[in-house]
T-cell receptor, first 114, second 109 residues
Framework: DVKVTQSSRYLVKRTGEKVFLECVQD?????MFWYRQDPGLGLRLIYF???????EKGDIPEGYSVSREKKERFSLILESASTNQTSMYLC?????????????FGPGTRLTVL | GQNIDQPTEMTATEGAIVQINCTYQ??????LFWYQQHAGEAPTFLSY??LDGLEEKGRFSSFLSRSKGYSYLLLKELQMKDSASYLC??????????WGAGTKLIIKP
C-alpha cells in the first residue's frame, strides 16, 4: 500500500512564525503536491514538484515556498505565518509523470495561526 | 473561468441509492475524478472518467457526459460507512485539476 505521511496532524503557531510542514511518501513517486482545503472551497494547489529540486507554482503560491531535496520528501514552508493561512494542508503524490494518475493523499495537517 | 459545481450536502437512507451530481466548466477537458473523504481523513480515489458513459465498480458507479459537462456518482446499497464527503475534480487542457467543494453525504439508519 502506498503511504503518504505528514509530520503533524495538528499544529498551532503564532503570527510571524516560520512554519515547516513535512510530507514523506514511501513508494518512489515522481510527483508531489501541496494543497490547502478550506470549508466551502475546493482543494487549491499551492505548489507541486515533478522531480527532486524541481518545483512549480500552483494556483495560490503567495506566502508559501517549498523544498524537495530528496525524492520521498516534500516540504511546505510558511515564511511568516499569517492568520489567513489557518487551514487544512494536504500533501499528495502520484506514481509517474502521467497527469491522470491517481493522487495519493496524506492525512492532512490542520494548522491554526493565532 | 473554470468551475466545478456539486451540491453541498445530501442525506440518504441506509440500503438506498443516491446520486451525487457534478457539473464542470473547464478550459479543455482531460477527464473527471471522484474522491471520497471521510471526516478528518485523506481523500481516496474512487473513479476516473474520460469517455462518455457509465463505469461500474461494485456498489459505486460513475457517469460522464462530455457534451453536457456533467458527471454523477451513483452509490447503491448504502452503508453507514459511506457517510463522507465526495469530491469531484475536472482536469483541464493543461492537466491541472479543478476541484469542487465536495458533497457531504449523510446516511441515516
Amino acid at each position: 500500500d502506498v503511504k503518504v505521511t505528514q509530520s503533524s496532524r495538528y499544529l498551532v503557531k503564532r503570527t510571524g512564525e516560520k512554519v515547516f510542514l513535512e510530507c514523506v511518501q514511501d513508494m518512489d513517486h515522481e510527483n508531489m503536491f501541496w494543497y490547502r482545503q478550506d470549508p466551502g472551497l475546493g482543494l487549491r494547489l499551492i505548489y507541486f514538484s515533478y522531480d527532486v529540486k524541481m518545483k512549480e507554482k500552483g494556483d495560490i503560491p503567495e506566502g508559501y515556498s517549498v523544498s524537495r531535496e530528496k525524492k520521498e520528501r516534500f516540504s511546505l514552508i510558511l515564511e511568516s505565518a499569517s492568520t489567513n493561512q489557518t487551514s487544512m494542508y494536504l500533501c499528495a503524490s502520484t506514481i509517474s509523470g502521467s497527469p491522470t494518475d491517481t493522487q495519493y493523499f496524506g492525512p492532512g495537517t490542520r494548522l491554526t495561526v493565532l | 473561468g473554470q468551475n466545478i459545481d456539486q451540491p453541498t450536502e445530501m442525506t440518504a437512507t441506509e440500503g438506498a441509492i443516491v446520486q451525487i451530481n457534478c457539473t464542470y466548466q473547464t478550459s479543455g477537458f482531460n477527464g473527471l475524478f471522484w474522491y471520497q473523504q471521510h471526516a478528518g481523513e485523506a481523500p481516496t480515489f474512487l473513479s476516473y472518467n474520460v469517455l462518455d458513459g457509465l463505469e461500474e465498480k461494485g456498489r459505486f458507479s460513475s457517469f460522464l457526459s462530455r457534451s453536457k459537462g456533467y458527471s454523477y456518482l451513483l452509490l447503491k446499497e448504502l452503508q453507514m460507512k459511506d457517510s463522507a464527503s465526495y469530491l469531484c475534480a475536472g482536469m483541464d487542457s493543461n492537466y491541472q485539476l479543478i476541484w469542487g467543494a465536495g458533497t457531504k453525504l449523510i446516511i441515516k439508519p
